[in-house]
């Protein structure tokens, strides 16, 4: 019987995810062709916005940014995960 995955299997590909964008500012674009997945059952990008670890703005000039919440700095710093000094995109909610 194949194995059914819960929320918690995806978190070390979320936290990579949450790096990622963390290092530097990504457009959407960037995000969504650096992360998808024609696999339905690892849907990272999907259940690290559902979770509100990233959102998406559109900044004038730069036009869609993703970028890292409060919660997803949060859930970086729980799992032990080393931040840049200034991360790149963070907003506060």
Known sequence: MPHELDSHDLDPLILDLLEWIAREPRSHADV??????????????????????????????????????????????????????TPASITRN
Do not use: N, Y
Not at 41 to 68: K, N, P, Y
């Open 32 to 85: 969504l062709d650096a992360w998808r997945t024609s696999c339905p059952r690892l849907t990272v990008w999907e259940d690290c916005i559902d979770r509100g670890f990233a959102t998406r703005m559109h900044i004038a000039g730069h036009g869609s940014v993703v970028q890292m919440t409060a919660a997803g700095l949060s859930f970086l710093q729980r799992h032990g995960r080393v931040m840049p000094k």
